[in-house]
């Protein structure tokens, strides 16, 4: 049984990954229906969250149904931080996650998310005064380093460990790799297997199929599997997983029925969250991929991204369920 504090989530649980401007409440509704173990909020800016600017905030909204689910926080200076960590906990989270790992310039080159490991010291008595000032477990996801020549994992989950956070999540990539090249999990494998480290080593990087995710886990020995970009337009990854390691069987991919099914329930709860708008438009980002792989899609895909309003939306995936000979009682 893996815990995280008192918390329990499985013998081997998979976590959704902290992903900005995915992660977001209607998104998370589709994982947590398709197994999910352990889900994080986008990362949350503390400078945001002590200003109480309304992008910040929002993204503190958490459901019932969500639980267990971890409020992750970002930034480089260590009274924000252990601040932000204050607000967030008042949200009720089951934890709170430090991102260490962010590589996009306008973070990691302040100092936050994955600039912090050019300063391992900070980062060591940032995550203190943050553990220190919360009741609820913290945790980190980091990188393997800032380039190749800086990957000091075991140092750093060490350090972690040593000022009180319960769990680690490693991306088998450093800051300058961004998300190119392959996720390198032998040194995931080295925390995992250093007799120094006790907590939850959570693997991620490349988990694109439940074979993959077979053979990682068993080659790597890790405590579990996050997932990311593979989960974009395909919250399946989850259940599809799980049965193969209960089976070692494939599941059949989602029919188009089932396709359509979680995309209107992912399109109805963004336009409910965001509104109109804001939720038709950031939906545009997840079509291609809740279709990939379907034949003779594109021109249905042209139509959603242009599409204005909820309505025609709606209209357009009733509309690709008849062009595929597809017949079910859509909700009004």
Same mark, same amino acid.
């Given at each position: 049984?893996?815990?995280?504090?008192?918390?329990?989530?499985?013998?081997?649980?998979?976590?959704?990954?902290?992903?900005?401007?995915?992660?977001?409440?209607?998104?998370?509704? &589709?994982?947590?229906?398709?197994?999910?173990?352990?889900?994080? %909020?986008?990362?949350?800016?503390?400078?945001?969250?002590?200003?109480? #600017?309304?992008?910040? +905030?929002?993204?503190? =909204?958490?459901?019932?149904?969500?639980?267990?689910?971890?409020?992750?926080?970002?930034?480089?200076?260590?009274?924000?931080?252990?601040?932000?960590?204050?607000?967030?906990?008042?949200? *009720?989270?089951?934890?709170? =996650?430090?991102?260490?790992?962010?590589?996009?310039? !306008?973070?990691?080159?302040?100092?936050?998310?994955?600039?912090?490991?050019?300063?391992?010291?900070?980062?060591?008595?940032?995550?203190?005064?943050? +553990?220190?000032?919360? %009741?609820?477990?913290?945790? +980190? !996801?980091?990188?393997?380093?800032?380039?190749?020549? %800086?990957?000091?994992?075991?140092? &750093?989950?060490?350090?972690? *460990?040593?000022?009180? &956070? *319960?769990?680690?999540?490693?991306?088998?990539?450093?800051?300058?790799?961004?998300?190119?090249?392959?996720?390198?999990?032998?040194?995931? #494998?080295?925390?995992?297997?250093?007799?120094?480290?006790?907590?939850?080593?959570?693997?991620?990087? =490349?988990?694109?199929?439940? /074979?993959?995710?077979?053979?990682?886990?068993?080659?790597?020995?890790? =405590?579990?599997?996050?997932?990311?970009?593979?989960?974009?337009?395909?919250?399946?990854?989850?259940?599809?997983?799980?049965?193969?390691?209960?089976? !070692?069987?494939?599941?059949?991919?989602? %029919?188009?029925?089932?396709?359509?099914?979680?995309?209107?329930?992912?399109?109805?709860?963004?336009? /409910?969250? !965001?509104?109109?708008?804001?939720?038709?438009? /950031?939906?545009?980002?997840?079509?291609?991929?809740?279709?990939?792989?379907?034949?003779?899609?594109?021109?249905?895909?042209?139509?959603?991204?242009?599409?204005?309003?909820?309505?025609?939306?709606?209209?357009?995936?009733?509309?690709?369920? +008849?062009?595929?000979?597809?017949?079910?009682?859509?909700?009004?």
């Amino acid at each position: 049984m893996v815990k995280i504090g008192n918390l329990e989530l499985g013998e081997f649980p998979l976590l959704l990954a902290p992903m900005e401007d995915v992660s977001d409440p209607p998104f998370r509704a &589709v994982c947590k229906e398709n197994g999910a173990d352990l889900m994080y %909020t986008e990362f949350i800016s503390a400078e945001g969250l002590i200003r109480d #600017a309304a992008k910040s +905030v929002k993204k503190l =909204d958490i459901y019932e149904y969500e639980r267990p689910i971890g409020i992750q926080i970002f930034g480089e200076k260590i009274d924000s931080m252990r601040e932000a960590a204050a607000i967030a906990e008042e949200a *009720q989270p089951e934890l709170i =996650d430090i991102n260490y790992g962010c590589p996009v310039k !306008k973070v990691a080159c302040k100092g936050a998310g994955a600039g912090i490991l050019l300063d391992i010291p900070k980062m060591q008595k940032m995550t203190e005064e943050i +553990v220190k000032r919360c %009741t609820l477990p913290v945790t +980190v !996801k980091t990188r393997l380093g800032w380039d190749d020549k %800086t990957i000091r994992i075991i140092e &750093v989950a060490k350090r972690l *460990q040593d000022v009180g &956070v *319960q769990a680690l999540t490693i991306h088998g990539r450093t800051r300058k790799q961004m998300y190119k090249g392959e996720a390198d999990w032998s040194f995931i #494998a080295e925390v995992k297997n250093h007799p120094d480290i006790h907590i939850p080593i959570f693997g991620n990087g =490349d988990i694109d199929s439940p /074979e993959k995710a077979w053979e990682y886990r068993h080659k790597y020995g890790v =405590d579990g599997i996050m997932i990311g970009r593979a989960s974009i337009g395909y919250p399946w990854i989850f259940k599809e997983i799980k049965h193969y390691f209960e089976t !070692k069987e494939l599941l059949s991919p989602p %029919t188009m029925e089932e396709r359509i099914r979680v995309c209107k329930k992912h399109l109805d709860f963004s336009v /409910e969250w !965001k509104g109109d708008r804001k939720g038709i438009f /950031e939906m545009r980002r997840h079509y291609t991929s809740y279709f990939k792989g379907i034949q003779n899609f594109k021109p249905y895909r042209k139509q959603l991204v242009e599409a204005g309003s909820y309505e025609e939306v709606r209209a357009i995936l009733d509309e690709v369920l +008849v062009g595929f000979e597809v017949h079910i009682d859509t909700p009004a």
